[in-house]
């Protein structure tokens, strides 16, 4: 049974710092290709950042030279450092592994973790 955990959210004023984790379980996560997606209110939920199971990362335009996402494979666990934030980054973060075509590979969410930034 799929499992992910989110966690280290919180309110944070604009130009602050944050570490997202994502702790996975149930999954076959050292294969997967692992994402963070967020959803803003009234805002369908968009994928932010990606990272491969060799480490490739790619990120959405609104977020790149200020979030950084990486991997530790032996704790089945991806992160997600985001600097410079800004009070549009405000939304409930998620993770799920991505397929190759940028979709959730799982149906089962995780709960998500709330980032809200102050202007």
């Known amino acids: 049974q799929v499992h992910l955990v989110e966690s280290g959210g919180g309110l944070v004023q604009a130009g602050g710092s944050l570490r997202l984790s994502c702790a996975a379980s149930?999954?076959?996560?050292?294969?997967?290709?692992m994402g963070w997606f967020r959803q803003a209110p009234e805002k369908q939920r968009e994928l932010v950042a990606t990272i491969t199971s060799f480490g490739g990362t790619n990120y959405v335009g609104s977020v790149k030279g200020r979030f950084t996402i990486s991997r530790d494979n032996a704790g089945n666990t991806v992160y997600l450092q985001m600097n410079s934030l800004k009070p549009e980054d405000t939304a409930v973060y998620y993770c799920?592994?991505?397929?190759?075509?940028?979709?959730?590979?799982?149906?089962?969410w995780g709960q998500g973790t709330q980032v809200t930034v102050s202007s």
């Open positions: 149930g999954t076959t996560f050292i294969t997967d290709t």
């Open positions: 799920n592994a991505v397929s190759r075509v940028g979709m959730p590979r799982y149906a089962s």
